[in-house]
Structure formats: structure tokens, C-alpha cells
């Protein structure tokens, strides 16, 4: 035992305010698990409503395990004691299931430190009825779960709220069986991806020949998604002081984007864009309030919420300040800038992704030059001091002339918002953050290979270059190599999981693949042929891939595409 482990948590847990686990006996034990740490965890609405879900059943008692961050992982390995849960102190074996919360491919190398520090195998076809049931949920689940496919039982497919409620019952009357029965009637409930049940089988070329599976499999798993956003909340059930936003009380506005960006995998994987109603998020509103001065509005898109300026009213009439993450360029309004510089906004984030119309338009932002300086210019004179801009390079097409273009334009809103500071008396800062683009699955750039790592620090250093030359500006970048091990994990198959002990034992990924018999650009810079299967399309995502495909061929032709995208198959508005 550790003292120092045990009391660390006891202070953690006592730091905290709102949602509670269960006390243990005749319910389902869940541990929930976010693969980073209690910091990162913990302003992740997705991790928290989860928690709160599981915890109003009654049949049902959820606690929670991270990643130790230094410290702490330095006193595991020293003493030897394994990983355990924040509320009741219980070892990750001793639960009934463990169940992972993945948003980030990147945090898959916590996974093998993990397993580890619990003294529970990696890999599933090591662990028998002895352990418990592992299940991930998240983003990362319904986007590519094929990298974890031989580590994890079973997968999410969709949204937590939809899938949670079948299939908790369904894992408690199937209890009793053997874990390969018990596995086979699992697949059977909707939104439930079983790998095991899958036999992949590949071309002598690498790329995936297809599956099979048993006949009362599904041949792809439908993803699922909460129709009624009323019905639910997603919300800060759990606070503390101890996370990146705990100055505030997050809530969701809203869930999924009609905007149809064609880089953006959560532009399509939430389609269709749904929103929670005035009425239903004043109640959410008013609880974090009782916790919190500010209140964080979420969603993929905030600005484009139908009733933001009453939604904002009431949140200021409540004595609240309100934070949103980044604004929409195109729908920015003065009330809107008003409200955030009464709520003490001193930074605000705009993205304009790309500084050419060319390129702009190829990726479908839908924004012209004016649009952006006319936004850079409501909040410059609402009084907003510092400005973040948002940028990706390597995206398809683009040459060294967009690139030109971008500077040019980071030029001129510099020129703008200094103006604006003169008058104030006092200059504020431009920040440009570049980030690589990374093709990422269900998307139309899912196709598209990836700008190798060489070529992605070159316009680095030449954004760099100029960014030198422009007095209270800064530019900060993504990591190149982080950038491309997200490609990585992003786009790969079942075979790319073998690496994952290798680089989290420290190997680059070079060494990594070659160690694992792998080519790295055969998943990051290769490009895809139109007719080639992708290991993620065994999940049905609900969007055509011959709308995506179209899609593709209009952002190559830098061609615009309606906003509300035309390939969902799950609702009249977007079908």
C-alpha cells in the first residue's frame, strides 16, 4: 500500500463538488477510465456525463481512474501499487466492467501503461472470464476503433446516451455466460461493435480485402445518436479546481454542424446538427451557476445556435459570465462581442483554417476575405485585446502561393487589430496557431494523403520566417511528429495496434513500424483510390461514402457544397 497514493486521491476527491458514485453491493460495477490525466479528464464533458449517466441507474455504480500524472506514476512504480479508483480506493481488476473514454488517438499509448499499473493484460485474447468486460467509448470509438480492436471486448458506436441504457441491461443478463457467448450476444444490440466477431482478411498489397463474420452479426455496425437532445444533459456534473477550465461550469448547446467542412470529422460524424432547447439548458444554465461565476458554452458550433443572443441574455441577467471556445466568423454579431467583453473575454479564437479563397474553398469553409476582416474588426472595436487565429497547412492542393496568401492575410488583421489598440492605448496580441492537416476518417479528405513530416517543418520554418517580421505577433505550431503519429492511429488497421507497447515504451514510429513489420507511409502520405475499403468501414457512420466521394472531387476542384451536407442518411433535412 501507499499512503502517499491513497492520500493524494482522498484530497482530489474531496476537492470535489456535485455528482457522487454509488456504494457498492447487488449493482453492475463499472470503472471509467480516461486514458490521460485527473487534469485532462476532467473538463471532458463527454467523460463526465458518462459518469453521471451511469450513476442515476440504480442497477448500476460507476467510479473513475486516470492516468497518474508524474508524480504519482513515479510513486506506482516504486512501490508497486496498482492503479486504483478515486472514489472507493478498489483495484481496476475488481470491477465488473472497465470502460474507456477515448477522445484522442494520441492517448492511445496510455493504454499499455495502464493495463500495467492494474496487472491486467493488454491484449483481449489473454484475458479470460476471470477479468473484467472492456469496453471504449468516445469519439475515437465511432470514428476508427480498428487499432484497438485486439486490446478492447467491445465498442461504443455512437453516442453514449443513445447505447448505455441496452446495453448495461444486457451485459447484467448475460452475466453468467462464458466471455466468447456472452461477447457473441453483445454484438447483437444496436451500436455495439464486437471485434472478435470479425475476421479481417487483407490483399497481398496491404489494403483491407474485407470480413466476414457469423450470420447473426451485423455486416456493418450503425452508429447511434440521441434524437432528442432535450432528453438529456451534458453538463459539469463534477467540479473542481484541479482542471484546464475550472473556472466554469461547461455546457452543451448543441451537438453536430451543418457547416459540411471537409476536413472536419466531427462536422460528420454528429451529423445530423441538433440543438438543446432555450427552456432545457436555462435549468442546466442556472445549476452550474450555483457552482460557478462562468458558464462554458459547448458545441461544435456555438455562434450558429438559433437563439445565442437570448440564450447569452439570460446568462448575463443571472450575474453570469459567459466563455465559448471559438467563434463563428461568419455569424459573429456585436451583442455577441458585447457579452463576452462583459463576461471579461480578454482572448477570443477565430478560424479562418486556410488564407487563400482557393483553399478556403476547397476545404468548404464558405468565408470570403471580407467576412474575416469584417469579424476581426467587431471585435477589435468591442474591446476584445488579444486574438487567436486558427490555420492549417498541408491540406490537399495547396502550394506555396496559399501559403503567401495566409501571411498576407495574418498581415493585414495585424495591421487592423493594432489600429484598434492605438486607440485604446494599449496594444494587444495576435497569436496564429498552425496546425497540420490530418485526413481523418468519414470525412471527404479521408482519400487524401498526408504532407510528410520533412515537408510539414519547411513551411514551418518559413511561417516562422515571416511571422518574425510582424511586432506583437506569435505563431505557435502542432508537433510535426505528434501530427503524423495521429495520422497514424487515426487511419490505421487491426495490424497498427502492435506498436502501440512499442511507442509507449519510448520507440519513434519509425522504429515502432519497422519492429512491427509496418510502413508508416502506407497509412499517413499514401493516397487512397476511390475503390479502395477503409478498416473504419465496418462502422456505418450514416453518411453515403459516394456523398463523400463526391465531396472530395469538389474540394480538389476548390468547388463550394451547401452547408447543410447533402450525404446523411439519417434524417429528411440532410438526406
Not at 462554458?296 to 465559448?324: F, H, T
Not at 491540406?395 to 487592423?416: F, K, N, S, T, V
Amino acid at each position: 500500500m501507499s499512503r502517499k497514493l491513497i492520500d493524494n486521491a482522498r484530497r482530489r476527491l474531496a476537492a470535489e463538488t456535485g455528482c457522487r458514485a454509488k456504494p457498492w453491493g447487488g449493482r453492475l460495477s463499472v470503472a471509467l477510465v480516461y486514458p490521460n490525466t485527473y487534469h485532462q479528464a476532467m473538463s471532458n464533458l463527454g467523460f463526465l456525463s458518462i459518469y453521471q449517466l451511469l450513476n442515476s441507474r440504480e442497477d448500476t455504480l460507476c467510479e473513475r481512474f486516470f492516468l497518474p500524472d508524474a508524480e504519482d506514476m513515479a510513486e506506482h512504480r516504486k512501490t508497486g501499487y496498482p492503479l486504483f479508483s478515486l472514489e472507493s480506493g478498489r483495484l481496476l481488476a475488481d470491477f465488473d466492467v472497465i470502460a474507456f473514454s477515448i477522445s484522442f488517438e494520441n492517448d492511445y499509448l496510455n493504454l499499455p501503461h495502464l493495463f500495467d499499473l492494474a496487472n491486467i493484460p493488454l491484449w483481449s485474447r489473454e484475458r479470460d472470464d476471470r477479468f473484467p468486460l472492456v469496453i471504449s467509448g468516445g469519439v475515437c470509438a465511432f470514428l476508427n476503433p480498428e487499432p484497438l480492436a485486439d486490446i478492447i471486448d467491445l465498442f461504443v458506436v455512437g453516442e453514449g446516451e443513445a447505447i448505455l441504457p441496452a446495453l448495461v441491461e444486457s451485459i447484467g443478463s448475460t452475466g453468467q455466460l462464458g466471455r466468447p457467448e456472452m461477447l457473441r450476444q453483445l454484438a447483437s444490440v444496436p451500436g455495439v461493435y464486437v471485434p472478435s466477431q470479425y475476421q479481417i482478411d487483407y490483399r497481398a498489397d496491404g489494403t483491407l480485402a474485407g470480413w466476414s463474420h457469423p450470420a447473426d452479426v451485423p455486416e456493418r455496425v450503425r452508429r447511434q445518436w440521441v434524437h432528442d437532445l432535450d432528453a438529456t444533459q451534458s453538463r459539469s456534473f463534477v467540479l473542481t479546481e484541479q482542471t484546464e477550465f475550472s473556472d466554469m461550469a461547461l455546457t452543451e448547446i448543441s451537438r453536430g454542424c451543418s457547416r459540411g467542412c471537409r476536413f472536419c470529422a466531427a462536422g460528420f460524424i454528429y451529423l445530423p446538427p441538433r440543438e438543446r432547447s432555450l427552456d432545457s439548458l436555462l435549468g442546466q444554465i442556472e445549476a452550474g451557476l450555483c457552482e460557478r461565476e462562468k458558464v462554458g458554452l459547448v458545441g461544435a458550433a456555438v455562434s450558429d445556435y438559433s437563439q445565442i443572443a437570448s440564450l447569452n441574455q439570460a446568462i448575463l441577467e443571472r450575474g453570469g459570465k459567459i466563455s465559448v471556445a471559438s467563434l463563428r466568423i461568419d455569424s459573429l454579431t456585436a451583442k455577441e462581442v458585447e457579452a463576452l467583453k462583459i463576461s471579461g473575454h480578454r482572448t477570443v479564437a477565430l478560424a479562418p483554417e486556410a488564407g487563400s479563397q482557393r483553399m478556403r474553398d476547397a476545404i468548404n469553409k464558405g468565408l470570403d476575405r471580407r467576412q474575416i476582416l469584417d469579424a476581426v474588426s467587431l471585435l477589435a472595436e468591442g474591446g476584445i485585446p488579444n486574438l487567436k487565429l486558427y490555420f492549417l497547412v498541408g491540406l490537399p492542393g495547396e502550394q506555396a502561393a496559399d501559403i503567401d496568401e495566409m501571411l498576407d492575410l495574418a498581415g493585414e488583421i495585424r495591421e487592423l487589430w493594432m489600429a484598434a489598440g492605438k486607440k485604446r492605448g494599449r496594444l494587444g496580441n495576435l497569436t496564429l496557431s498552425v496546425n497540420p492537416f490530418i485526413p481523418k476518417p468519414f470525412t471527404p479528405f479521408q482519400w487524401a494523403a498526408m504532407v510528410d513530416e520533412k515537408s510539414l517543418k519547411r513551411t514551418f520554418q518559413a511561417i516562422r520566417s515571416a511571422v518574425a517580421r510582424m511586432p506583437n505577433t506569435e505563431v505557435i505550431f502542432e508537433s510535426p511528429r505528434s501530427a503524423v503519429l495521429q495520422a497514424f492511429l487515426a487511419r490505421g488497421d487491426r495490424r497498427v495496434g502492435q506498436t502501440l507497447p512499442l511507442l509507449a515504451a519510448g520507440d519513434n514510429l519509425k522504429s515502432a513500424c519497422r519492429k512491427s513489420g509496418l510502413d508508416p507511409a502506407f497509412y499517413v502520405t499514401r493516397q487512397r483510390g476511390e475503390s479502395e475499403r477503409f478498416p473504419w468501414e465496418i462502422l456505418d457512420s450514416g453518411v453515403r461514402r459516394e456523398a463523400l466521394w463526391r465531396e472530395y472531387l469538389s474540394g480538389l476542384d476548390a468547388r463550394l457544397s451547401p452547408r447543410c451536407f447533402d450525404g446523411c442518411t439519417r434524417c429528411g433535412v440532410c438526406d
